[in-house]
Each structure stands twice: as structure tokens, then as C-alpha cells.
């Protein structure tokens, strides 16, 4: 079974700093989710992608099929970024997610 | 405005009752899904539906039931079986199981 595997588990940042959460994976996929999820516990989709790089804002993801991991990237950083960002990979048979990174960012 | 909606928010289920957790979305879309979340672990897949009246065990299913009587509405009955409830779940909907997935707020499961 494919396992997804998040770096790091949780970060600590200054605001303005930049933010990279790595994601990797262990079977070939289809494509692959960022989601953030807020300390209410909803979540957001924020990327699909498949290939390459999809920019959204300050988000920035990037994929590399071949080498079988992913990365989010948050540039400026600031408090309202504080969420937990959970990688997810699309098999064949649904959606399989990593544990999540939890990102604190202080004033 | 078109989205996923879960009720509760917060649900208490006594020894031995039957809970059912409420998801409705009005995206018009095909494929709904029922998460389960676990303190530090990741989403677990309970059951999903491709279709009206159709839906497929998932991951995790025992001690659950659903139904997807309407394309609109799949709700999720945690059953007296289901010995360990309480966690929070999330209902997703998307246009197809290869799109990307919209989620609920989620509905937060406890044990009396």
C-alpha cells in the first residue's frame, strides 16, 4: 500500500519567512492534493496537480513525478498561515493522505 | 452559495445508540465521501458513493452504514458496532473520483 510520508511533522516560524513542506510517496500516482486544514477543523483544497508547479497567491506547489515527492511553499508567511497542510495522493482506488505538518507562524 | 454542508457540528453518542451525521452539498457533484480523523494520524476513508443510489466501502467501514438516496445528500450512520466513535469526521464531495475534492466543516464525535 502506498505510504505518504510529511516533513516536516510540525514548524515553527517568524512571520515573513519563507515555508517549504515536503511531501513524498512511495507508489506512482496519478496526482496529487494540498489541503490545509484550520484549528476549527474544516478544510480547504488548495492545489491539484499532476506535474510541474501551480502558483495561488503567496502557495507555491511544485511536483516531481519521477522522484515521487512534492513540495508547498508559502513565501511572506504570516500568522493566518497557521494550519495544518496534509499532502494527498490519488491511487486508483481514492485518495491516500499524509499525516499532516502542523506550521505555527509568530508574530 | 454552493458548498458542503455537515450537521452537527459537535455530536454526543451514548453507549449502544445509532448516530447519523448529516452531509449535503450543492455543487451538483457526482462523488461523496465520508473521512474519519484520528488525533495525529491521517483521513481515513469510511465509505464513498460515485452515484446516486451506489456507494462503495472504504478503508474503515465496519460499524458504519450510508446511504445515497439523493445526488445532494449522504448521510453517514455510525452504528452501536462501531466500538471506538469518537473522532471527527469530514464528508467530501467532487465531480468525479479522479477531480479534486471539496470538503465539509466536519461534525466532532464524542462518547457519552
Known amino acids: 500500500k502506498n505510504e505518504v510520508e510529511q516533513s516536516p511533522q510540525n514548524l515553527t516560524a517568524q512571520e515573513g519567512e519563507f515555508i517549504t513542506i515536503n511531501c513524498s510517496y512511495s507508489?506512482?500516482?496519478?496526482?496529487l492534493h494540498w489541503l490545509q486544514q484550520h484549528p476549527g477543523g474544516g478544510i480547504v483544497s488548495l492545489f491539484m496537480l499532476s506535474s510541474g508547479k501551480k502558483k495561488h497567491g503567496r502557495l507555491i506547489a511544485t511536483i516531481n513525478i519521477q522522484e515521487k515527492h512534492s513540495s508547498l511553499h508559502i513565501t511572506a508567511s504570516h500568522p493566518r498561515d497557521s494550519a495544518v497542510y496534509i499532502c494527498a495522493v490519488f491511487l486508483p482506488d481514492g485518495l491516500t493522505f499524509g499525516k499532516g505538518t502542523h506550521l505555527i507562524i509568530q508574530p | 452559495d454552493g458548498g458542503i454542508t455537515q450537521s452537527p457540528k459537535y455530536l454526543f453518542r451514548k453507549e449502544g445508540q445509532n448516530v447519523t451525521l448529516s452531509c449535503e452539498q450543492n455543487l451538483n457533484h457526482d462523488a461523496m465521501y465520508w473521512y474519519r480523523q484520528d488525533p495525529g494520524q491521517g483521513l481515513r476513508l469510511i465509505y464513498y458513493?460515485?452515484?446516486?443510489?451506489?456507494?462503495q466501502k472504504g478503508d474503515i467501514a465496519e460499524g458504519y452504514s450510508v446511504s445515497r438516496e439523493k445526488k445532494e445528500s449522504f448521510p453517514l450512520t455510525v452504528t452501536s458496532a462501531q466500538k471506538n466513535p469518537t473522532a471527527f469526521y469530514l464528508c467530501a464531495s467532487s465531480v468525479n473520483p479522479k477531480n479534486i475534492q471539496y470538503f465539509g466543516a466536519g461534525t466532532r464525535l464524542s462518547v457519552l
Open positions: 507508489v506512482g500516482i496519478s496526482a
Open positions: 458513493s460515485q452515484i446516486v443510489n451506489d456507494f
